[in-house]
């Protein structure tokens, strides 16, 4: 069974643009989170969709937004982008809502760099 | 402000002794906890997982054990194993699962 995979795996941005990154979940899998890592704030969760609907949000500004298509692909979109949204970049999947409440299983991440 | 803190940064262990990492919460309402572990370049693997209604939970090597008056748990792997190298994060849930908030990890490295 194919894992969770993220596009792309690397990107270079600068200031000020903005930014869609991809993951594609297991098969059969209906949620997908997003989570930030960075060195100062660690990991933390920006936001779950489950059925096409953003089923809760962490603590991000709106520059954050996501959205999941009928396959259960989410995107996630970075508008004006600012040098700390430099990060690791984390989707999860897993088979139903409240992702880590049931086993969620991790993609390898987007590492963004915001110059 | 950090609601989910390891204090640990690094701990290091000979194989097959006990590891044990530590996990303190300040939020009196977090009701479900759990620990991944994450190798570099891959993203993190859960482990196990405990809820707020039981103090110890197991699952093969690796036991969590949760003290809700001193708002700490742990995580303890018995016998530890080289494989087990990696860095390992503590997670914290709100009721209603509206926010999950991680720990900043401790890197394990288990000595041969």
């Known amino acids: 069974k194919a894992g969770v995979t993220q596009t792309p795996r690397y990107l270079i941005k600068t200031r000020g643009q903005q930014v869609t990154l991809s993951c594609s979940p297991i098969s059969g899998h209906r949620s997908v989170s997003w989570y930030q890592q960075t060195p100062g704030q660690g990991l933390q969760f920006l936001f779950e969709?489950?059925?096409?609907?953003?089923?809760n949000k962490g603590n991000f500004p709106g520059r954050f937004s996501g959205r999941q298509f009928s396959n259960s692909r989410s995107e996630m979109n970075v508008s004006t982008l600012e040098l700390g949204d430099s990060a690791l970049y984390l989707c999860a999947s897993s088979l139903v809502a409240g992702g880590w409440y049931n086993e969620q299983f991790f993609g390898p991440g987007t590492r963004l760099t915001v110059l | 402000d950090q609601q989910v803190k390891q204090n640990s940064p690094s701990l290091s262990v000979q194989e097959g002794r006990i590891s044990i990492l530590n996990c303190d919460y300040t939020n009196s309402m977090f009701d479900y906890f759990l620990w991944y572990k994450k190798y570099p370049a891959e993203g993190p693997t859960f482990l196990i997982s405990i809820s707020s209604i039981k103090d110890k939970n197991e699952d093969g090597r690796f036991t969590v054990f949760l003290n809700k008056s001193a708002k700490h748990l742990s995580l303890h792997i018995v016998p530890s194993q080289p494989g087990d190298s990696a860095v390992y994060f503590c997670a914290a849930s709100d009721t209603g699962a509206n926010n999950l908030f991680f720990g900043t990890g401790t890197r394990l490295t288990v000595i041969p």
């Open positions: 969709y489950f059925s096409e609907t953003q089923r």
